[in-house]
């Protein structure tokens, strides 16, 4: 029998948790009311349970229950905030964004470009970080909107969070955050730190895939990007999914609770599991160590072939060149750092979980240090 994969892919997507499960269980038969029947009970028991998680999630991010908007996930979040930013606007103006946003940043930026908006992507630096100083310089009186993503979902960097937010208030420029690969996995205070509008996502965080929330100061004003029934203050038209968003609030609350000790335990796994990658030589961390999530690795192999080392770790280990929502192109955010294509192909993006064991990263690091080597023997130079 092979031996079981290793899953090394929760930035990926994270297997739900059994409580999140749990928590969901009681809203697919018994309790499956929509939320906007309020003539009788059924309808009424789903709307509270609604409320309690809108509450629970709300309580979380130290900000009111209806800051929190549900959508689909953080890609209709991003949508949501910037779209629904633009269009409120009587005219096309200026934004700035990162180079190594998500696609679910850039994609929708690039619609606006395309319909008159000026765009900006600022460059980052070699640790992966976007300098403040760039921002500052780039903020004209026509800027309407910054997007600056929490955490980075190929190289785990965290952006300078507090200095961005001090500059988006001191310049009066609303702040859109994509904290999907953030939200559960570092403290995250909206209020605290000057974020406007901030994206999450279930599926990131053992909560169930196709949930999400934006999150939005009340001072924004936003165009729907979904018409109908006027749910979620007419922001989010369409039948709230109670089953997914109880286990939302339910992950958040398991992420609050073992936030701390998770990230202490997946940045000792971490080390473990690059030192003998470090071991071989020419191996090079993408991105600051400092600050980083504690459960992503990112790393070049220099002196393989990208594909012939995923190849072969494929088997074995499941992991990632990059992120899991680029259809194959060679990572942009590599690029960003410099790394030419043929190094992003042998790149490694191996982030660990919960359920991540010593064991496991062992196995991983000793089987990737194997293929590597073995790849250098037959193909040196
Ligand atoms: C940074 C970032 N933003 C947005 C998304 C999209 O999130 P969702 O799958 O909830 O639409 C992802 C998922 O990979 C992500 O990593």
Redesign the pocket.
Known sequence: MPAPLIYLDH?ATTPCAAEVVAAMEPHWNGGFGNPASRAHRIGLAAAAAVDIARERIASHLDVPPDWVVFTS????A?NLALKGLAETAAAPGHLVSVVSE?R?VLDPLEDLRRRGWELTLLPVDPDGRLDPARLDAAITPDTRLVSV?AAN?EIGVIQPLEAIGRLCRSRGVPWHC?A??AFGHMALEPRRLGIDLLSL?G??LYGPKGI?ALVVAPEIRLHAQLHGGGQERGLRAGTLPVPLIAGLAEASALAQADRVERQQRCSELRQRLLTPLLELGDVVVNGSMEHRLAHNLSVTVRGVNGAALHRELRRSIACSSG???SAGEPSHVLAALGRSRREAEASLRLSLGRQTSEGEVDAAGSRIADVVRQLRRDRPG
Not at 73 to 76: K, R
């Open positions: 930035q996930g953080a890609t209709e991003n998500h679910a993503m979902n994509d999907a690969q996502s599926h990131k999400g992120s899991a929502c």
